[in-house]
């Protein structure tokens, strides 16, 4: 049991100065201790007690709309009622995502010591983008941590992000630089007449926020190229090489491949090293998006699938998907950090320069200035409690649960695998789908298990249909999580209504688990 002294209520020499109780949005010393005692206990008890409830639960149309009241009174509330709140109107409506019947999307939960270090960080309350504190050198080791774990050379830097999609805008605006640099484009006519000219390549498979990114950097549609995948989901590196050289040979500037570590779709792997000798040949940036499997090449059986992991320019990774990690954790990691700075670096008059000798502010790669210390400390508790073994664990678990899934699946007549791997997904179809369409039919199978409220999946587009998809990323995920899943989607199959057929949304989970 840990024990502390009462803080002051008031500073040294302060006898006119009003006690921190009166000052808002200031506390009690004591108020803040017991607050903080029921939050954690509430914390505690809500964890455990997710297994046995519902992975969803739809809210009312009035629900929704309170929530969004603008109204605020006149007169604070008590410090108390903010777990009040959560309990009454937040916890019982949650994604779904800490359940370990949750199969819908790569979402996974928190891992215990990354909730308790975004506390603390948020206690600390540092920010990790300009000035020198203990938290942004930890950012920088925990950087170095992932890029250890990835695979890529010593010289590496990066930032944490808000997650893959901010990492991938950073990737993408730092090619750009890079490129147009390399090619002589400095501010003024020769820039704009180049940047006109860039084109992106990317797997037809690709994260959406590739595109997303590509438009945020002023790159429009017409210069986009999804690459055509193999029979495996991968990007065709032949298909690639023979779009490179058609826009070559009409004066336009290929500037960056993108390949993806990890297909939300499938999770397929692209290959990496063929991709990277066409980039050097032609004088493109490498970047791979590994918001999923960026890890991959600290797990024995899916590191042949990371050699030449080293040669790439920057790689994303979301520590949020991967390793439990609270939400608000990506990260961009770059084997030449200076292209970052390159990038991003700006001074301002109101910003202290940098001391000589001293290392670059971590804003000076990324265009956050103001940055949250939790990214940092969560990510290094969670590394530290899982250690390299941990890690390698982890992924591992999921990796043998969705054998198991597809193991299941291949042993029912009434379903189909389609697709899935090697990362930890699988994509299958009901064989019987009746004389109606099958892309709604899995559609409805779909909601209908939702609705249930015992497990919950999603459909994908693989193949030019709909399909169903379920994707293992929760730690308390079991064998026997599995067995629900495939009860559910039978069951769903056989249910007339859109509605859960006479199947009840559930509030606890099955007896019979």
Not at 49 to 71: C, D, I
Not at 220 to 242: E, Q, S, W
Not at 312 to 320: E, F, K, M, N, R
């Amino acid at each position: 049991m840990h024990h502390s002294s009462p803080a002051p209520e008031s500073g040294p020499g302060s006898a006119t100065a009003p006690p921190l109780c009166q000052v808002p949005p200031g506390v009690h010393p004591k108020v803040l201790r017991d607050e903080l005692v029921a939050a954690a206990e509430w914390v505690s008890h809500y964890l455990a007690e997710v297994p046995a409830g519902a992975v969803h639960r739809p809210m009312t149309p009035v629900h929704r709309a309170r929530l969004r009241e603008p109204s605020l009174a006149p007169q604070g509330q008590e410090l108390g009622q903010v777990l009040d709140f959560v309990r009454e109107e937040i916890a019982p409506y949650p994604t779904g995502n800490g359940h370990p019947a949750f199969f819908a999307w790569v979402n996974s939960p928190p891992a215990p010591a990354g909730l308790i270090a975004e506390l603390l960080a948020c206690a600390v309350n540092a920010t990790c983008g300009m000035g020198e504190n203990a938290l942004m050198d930890l950012e920088r080791g925990t950087v170095r941590m992932l890029a250890d774990l990835a695979g890529l050379p010593d010289t590496t830097g990066g930032v944490l992000t808000s997650g893959g999609s901010m990492a991938n805008l950073l990737a993408l605006a730092t090619a750009r630089t890079w490129f147009l640099t390399q090619h002589g484009a400095g501010d003024g006519p020769a820039y704009d007449r180049d940047h006109a000219r860039l084109t992106l390549y990317y797997s037809a498979q690709a994260h959406m926020s590739v595109a997303k990114a590509a438009a945020c950097i002023g790159l429009p549609a017409h210069r986009l190229r999804p690459v055509p995948t193999d029979h495996h989901d991968r990007l065709d590196p032949a298909a690639l090489r023979t779009a490179v050289a058609a826009d070559l040979d009409t004066g336009l500037l290929p500037f960056c491949t993108v390949t993806t570590l990890g297909t939300t779709a499938t999770g397929a792997v692209d290959p990496i090293e063929p991709v990277t000798a066409l980039c050097r040949e032609t004088g493109m940036w490498h970047h791979a998006d590994g918001a999923w499997g960026g890890l991959g090449a600290a797990v024995p059986a899916l590191a042949p699938l990371y050699q030449g992991i080293g040669g790439i320019d920057s790689l994303t990774v979301d520590p949020h998907k991967t390793l439990s990690v609270p939400v608000g954790c990506g990260a961009l990691l770059v084997p030449d950090p200076g292209n970052l700075h390159t990038a991003f670096a700006h001074q301002a008059s109101y910003l202290t320069a940098d001391e000589p000798g001293a290392l670059p502010w971590l804003s000076h790669a990324t265009i956050e200035l103001t940055r949250p210390g939790t990214r940092a400390l969560s990510l290094w508790a969670t590394l530290n409690h899982l250690g390299r073994d941990g890690v390698t664990s982890l992924i591992t678990h999921y990796l043998t649960l969705a054998d198991q899934l597809r193991e299941r699946i291949t042993a029912e007549p009434r379903l189909e695998l389609l697709a899935g791997g090697p990362w930890p997904v699988a994509c299958f179809r009901i064989t019987d789908p009746g004389s109606g369409d099958p892309d709604a039919l899995h559609t409805r199978v779909a909601r209908r298990v939702q609705a249930g409220g015992r497990a919950y999946l999603a459909t994908v587009t693989t193949g030019g249909h709909t399909v169903l998809r379920a994707c293992l990323c929760n730690y308390r995920t079991t064998s026997n999580d599995l067995d629900l899943l495939i009860r559910e989607i039978l069951h769903a199959t056989r249910t007339g209504t859109d509605t859960d057929g006479g199947h009840p949304t559930a509030s606890h989970r099955p007896t019979h688990r």
